[in-house]
């Protein structure tokens, strides 16, 4: 028993470490988010930038232009509909094995 007392307490002794460090890792990285949140970049939700508007006073002045707005669609003209028929599908026969060419060759296998 004494050769897994001693396994044990490094064990322990080593998780420690890691939760140290662990600790350390999580203390600088809420220094730096806290640094950087208040004028940090944005992103959207598929992490790409986000670009700041102007704001109101620097925003140019002037008229904004809309679209013409398009012609109503006309309504459209009553047709047939089309049936079709179904279509059927033949087996297709697999293409013949080369002589000395495996069928199911091993991917990782060098080209020879």
Known sequence: ???????KQLADQAQQKI?????QFNDSQGQKGAA???GGQRFDEHGRPIADAP??????PGPVETP???P???????????TEEPVTEEPVEPAPVKEGVEGNPDPFKPLQ
Not at 1 to 7: E, H, I, Q, V
Request: aromatic residues 2%.
């Open 68 to 70: 013409p707005a398009a």
């Open 19 to 23: 939760d140290e460090a662990q600790k």
């Open 72 to 82: 109503p669609a006309e309504p459209a003209a009553e047709e047939e509909p089309v």
């Open 36 to 38: 950087s949140a208040g």
């Open 1 to 7: 028993m004494g050769f897994m007392d001693k396994a």
């Open 55 to 60: 704001p109101a006073a620097e925003a140019p």
